[in-house]
């Protein structure tokens, strides 16, 4: 018998990835509180997980360049991309139906860890300045569930051998921890104005608004809190509905996807349950980085997820 704090297996249900965004959630914690107090911001460490390395380049170099990150009005997506279409609009209705259903573990600790095992490849550059896409792999994350607690990440392939992560503090706006996803608007209306409010990252605003999407997906969210997510997601122009898309795990679904300076973001569920496996990055024309149009620059897929008593313990 499963305890409370037990998932769904991967067969019964999505696995939001735990990939993403540890180094640009410490450089945008360091930039949010530098414009509280008006100092600038500290420069970011040279690794840290969970950011798809594809996208820590630009986020450091507009920091570098700026001290800060802001969004352009428009940054590398097309400024007339319309709305979307009436077939996305009712995936995205299905998907929030879903995520509006979903089951979450009863009791959680404050002091408690969700622990998310996933399978990803994602695009990096080396000491020597060259992109390359790196080898699949199993990547842990123990992530807090009130962000005040020491997290632990296992990825040797990034550097990261039960790497210790204490807890940037005190949290601010925009963090991803359960206790602070549990504070969201449940209305599409707000979750939209939300999105738009706190996303960051130096592309247009539209663009930092999906990719904050995709960074919610991978965490636990509540269940109206996610309803409310897909269908402010709805109303982010550009956003489109590809029918056949697999994870890294050889899943396949279907995509919400998003295309910004080069490549496509997606965001992959389940075709009949409609709940989320995985995301993958595309590149739709040939990229600077010197990958051809077609190439996959990025693949996720989550594994393994559960609400666990200590960081760095397995299920």
Same mark, same amino acid.
């Given at each position: ?46 690794? *840290? ?14 920091? +570098?360049?700026?001290?800060?990150? =802001? ?16 077939? !996305? ?55 807090? +569930? ?45 979750? *939209? ?19 904050? =999407? ?38 396949? %679904? ?7 300076? %080069? ?5 992959? @569920? ?20 010197? @990958?051809?149009?077609?190439?996959? !620059? ?18």
């Amino acid at each position: 018998m499963k305890s409370e704090t037990d998932f769904p297996s991967p067969s019964e249900r999505d696995l939001p990835p735990g990939r993403h965004l540890l180094l640009k959630e410490h450089l945008m914690t360091e930039i949010r509180q530098s414009e509280e107090t008006g100092v600038s911001a500290a420069p970011a460490p040279r690794r *840290r997980p969970w950011l798809r390395p594809a996208l820590v380049a630009g986020a450091a170099a507009a920091a +570098v360049a700026a001290g800060l990150l =802001v969004a352009s009005p428009f940054g590398g997506e097309a400024a007339q991309a319309g709305p979307p279409s009436k077939e !996305t609009v009712a995936m995205l209705k299905d998907i929030s139906a879903a995520a509006g259903k979903r089951d979450v573990p009863k009791g959680i600790r404050d002091d408690q860890f969700v622990y998310i095992k996933t399978k990803e490849s994602y695009m990096s550059s080396g000491s020597d300045e060259k992109s390359r896409i790196t080898p699949p792999h199993l990547r842990e994350w123990w992530q807090s +569930v009130d962000g005040k607690h020491t997290e632990v990440i296992h990825d040797p392939v990034d550097g990261f051998d039960n790497e210790r992560m204490p807890p940037d503090l005190p949290l601010v706006e925009g963090d991803k921890h359960y206790r602070s996803l549990q504070k969201l608007p449940t209305d599409a209306v707000n979750m *939209r104005d939300w999105l738009y409010r706190v996303a960051s990252g130096g592309e247009g605003d539209d663009q930092n608004a999906f990719v904050l =999407v995709g960074d919610l997906c991978g965490g636990l969210m509540p269940p109206e809190q996610g309803a409310a997510l897909f269908l402010a997601a709805s109303k982010i122009p550009g956003v489109e509905v590809i029918d056949d898309v697999a994870d890294a795990a050889g899943r396949h %679904g279907v995509a919400i996807a998003r295309e910004n300076d %080069g490549e496509r973001q997606e965001l992959i @569920f389940d075709k009949e349950t409609k709940e989320f496996l995985g995301e993958r990055q595309v590149a739709v024309e040939d990229l600077p980085t010197g @990958f051809e149009k077609g190439t996959v !620059t990025g693949h996720s897929a989550v594994l393994e997820r559960k609400v666990v008593d200590k960081a760095g313990v397995r299920p």
